[in-house]
């Protein structure tokens, strides 16, 4: 067997308030082990994490149907269809993309809601608060203060870890996704809409997190749920105790792994 054909392709998707910078860990864990990784940002996000807070301007009005686009172009353009991991609206458009049959498999962190999904709990109400409670920032770009991204992200970090966090990783992120996910049952033709029933999807691992605030894990168990109504394969997994950035929190390695060594148990040979 081929190096190439052993190590499939890795595609990292990153979610809202973040950039390609949250997924470091990952991406060299995963190369180390042979793959190819490849981690793109979001269509119009200039640079790196001190570009986009320097002039997050270009960010401005970017919806759930563009982000789904761009990745898609990036996965079309592999010669062999890759893993797409994606974290929050990341985890979202893994579940878009799969339902377009695209990539060999797909691990969704803590996704956004996609249309269907109904649980609202009081902490995703609080956590959306920030951009929902001002109809205008629709098309706006705007960034969490430390204390909301405390709350969204990193509560079961000290305030020490929080901070370090925040100034390492967080960027002002583009509001419509978040009013684009929280009214899409109530919109026709809604960019958060897959078919439930598809049973060509990839196979699917839906990862949800116990002290999540921000996509809590009865929100992902009840997608892994929908999602399952269909003949393709869907998991569900949950950590106790872990927050929404479970990508970077402590005890991030043994969620990346277990990612990965689920998804090549699953992968074509």
């Known amino acids: ?30 190369e180390s082990r042979g793959h190819r990784v490849l981690a793109p940002a979001w269509p119009r996000m200039p640079g790196e994490v001190e570009d986009v807070r320097r002039d997050p301007s270009p960010l401005n009005g970017l919806g759930v149907s563009e982000i789904a686009e761009h990745y898609a172009a990036a996965v079309r353009a592999l010669d062999r269809p890759p893993i797409i991991i994606g974290h929050s609206f990341g985890g979202l458009v893994t579940e878009l993309l799969l339902d377009r049959g695209l990539g060999a498999i797909g691990v969704a962190l803590s996704p956004a809601p996609i249309k269907g999904v109904l649980r609202l709990p009081i902490a995703q109400l609080r956590a959306s608060l920030p951009v929902l409670g001002n109809p205008a920032n629709r098309t ?29 990783y967080h960027v002002p992120g583009p509001a419509r ?93």
């Not at 054909?5 to 910078?21: M, N």
């Open 140 to 168: 706006r770009t705007v960034a969490l203060t430390r204390k909301q991204f405390h709350y969204a992200f990193t509560n079961t970090m000290d305030a020490e870890q929080a901070r370090t966090v925040y100034d390492r």
């Open 1 to 30: 067997m081929t190096p190439e054909l052993s190590a499939p392709t890795i595609v990292l998707v990153h979610g809202l308030w973040l950039t390609p910078r949250s997924w470091e860990g990952w991406k060299e864990r995963f």
């Open 177 to 269: 996704p978040i009013f684009e996910a929280a009214f899409a049952n109530f919109t026709r033709g809604a960019p958060t809409k897959v078919d439930f029933h598809n049973g060509d999807r990839p196979p699917l691992l839906i990862i949800g997190n116990g002290a999540d605030h921000t996509v809590p894990a009865s929100v992902s168990k009840e997608a892994a749920t929908r999602l399952g109504k269909s003949n393709a394969v869907v998991e569900y997994k949950e950590y106790p105790g872990r927050p929404h950035f479970v990508v970077g929190a402590p005890g991030w390695e043994e969620v990346a792994d277990y990612a990965l060594e689920w998804a090549l148990r699953r992968t074509p040979q």
